[in-house]
């Protein structure tokens, strides 16, 4: 048995290969695969990005794996960067050609595709945008959601969205507001339109900025004088589609979970767990997140070192008491 960096009462954290650490789970024991790879761009990251002429089959290898070990209505979720080609302000295709692979020759479907745009992004790639002039800035993220089978388990009424000012005046006065007409696009849309379901359907174009500065992770970071991991994803992301395809108890696996989002997010909703991360620095940074508020500099830098030392960590006491706190502050 695999010892893992640091756990909780609901997951754990491991630090190793990813396709190794995946073959210790039961085959069709994982309801949700959820994870950021590092993508395919021409320079070099300090987190081991792979170059575009060998990504695709790089990444088919994890997830000839991952179909292995998902529940026959369960998802894996792949979010992908853009990117240009070499020398040249023209893109890339090396995720489209990602989900024609895992479709064509991994037998997975495509259930939704979405697009995840970041507000906050700033300006790239500098060379086409900042000072040739010629391109927009990149800021939308392909994120393709992959079933097992047809029918991949999901409830869209977890995910449901604030309606708008518009919309909240037809449900307070539905018969002034709004009459049953057929569109001129064809649709007949009746009365049932002004009833309320609690709240909007959520379209597949994600709009959560990536602006996190003063989290425990980042704090944690600060306080000891280290690098956060460079390409963190917002916890918005994970969060929507933990809540949107899995349930309570229900198994979520990060298979590159860097500073481990989806573990902490999926902590927080009661599912169970499990993260890897090949680089163990990275590792004993993420469990920042499972700190108490107001732990010391001395406290948080023994942590680190810790797991670096090999040191199993369990946070699963601290992490019951501090969800008794959050169910009594409300």
Not at 179 to 203: T, Y
Not at 235 to 254: C, G, H, N, S, Y
Not at 256 to 270: I, Q
Request: aromatic share 12%; with cysteine.
């Amino acid at each position: 048995m695999i010892t893992p960096a640091y756990k909780t009462h609901l997951g754990a954290c491991f630090c190793g290969d990813s396709l190794k650490l995946l073959e210790t789970l039961d085959d069709e024991s994982v309801n949700l695969v959820i994870t950021s790879p590092p993508f395919a761009l021409l320079r070099k990251k300090a987190y081991g990005n792979k170059e575009q002429h060998e990504y695709e089959d790089w990444l088919c290898d994890f997830a000839r794996a991952v179909k292995r070990k998902l529940r026959s209505d369960g998802s894996f979720v792949l979010d992908l960067g853009g990117a240009y080609e070499k020398g040249s302000p023209s893109r890339s295709l090396y995720n489209f050609r990602v989900l024609l692979r895992f479709c064509d020759d991994l037998g997975f479907v495509l259930a939704e595709d979405f697009y995840w745009y970041n507000p906050s992004k700033l300006p790239s790639p500098i060379e086409w945008v900042n000072k040739r002039k010629l391109r927009a800035k990149d800021a939308v993220n392909t994120i393709w959601w992959f079933g097992k089978t047809e029918w991949p388990k999901a409830d869209v009424s977890k995910v449901l969205m604030p309606y708008s000012d518009r919309m909240k005046k037809l449900l307070d006065d539905p018969d002034g507001f709004y009459q049953p007409a057929k569109r001129p696009s064809g649709h007949d849309v009746g009365k049932g339109f002004g009833k309320d379901n609690g709240g909007a359907i959520p379209p597949n174009l994600l709009q959560i900025p990536n602006s996190e500065s003063n989290g425990a992770y980042l704090s944690g970071c600060k306080a000891i004088n280290i690098k956060g991991h460079p390409a963190r994803f917002p916890a918005k992301v994970p969060e929507f589609f933990i809540r949107f395809l899995t349930d309570p108890d229900d198994l979520v696996v990060d298979i590159f979970s860097g500073s481990n989002t989806t573990g902490y997010v999926a902590e927080m909703e009661k599912r169970r767990w499990m993260s890897y991360e090949a680089n163990l620095e990275y590792v004993a940074a993420s469990a920042f997140r499972f700190l108490p508020p107001n732990t010391s500099a001395n406290q948080i830098r023994a942590t680190y070192q810790k797991i670096l030392d090999g040191e199993c960590l369990d946070f699963g006491d601290i992490w019951a008491k501090q969800e008794r706190l959050f169910a009594a502050s409300g």
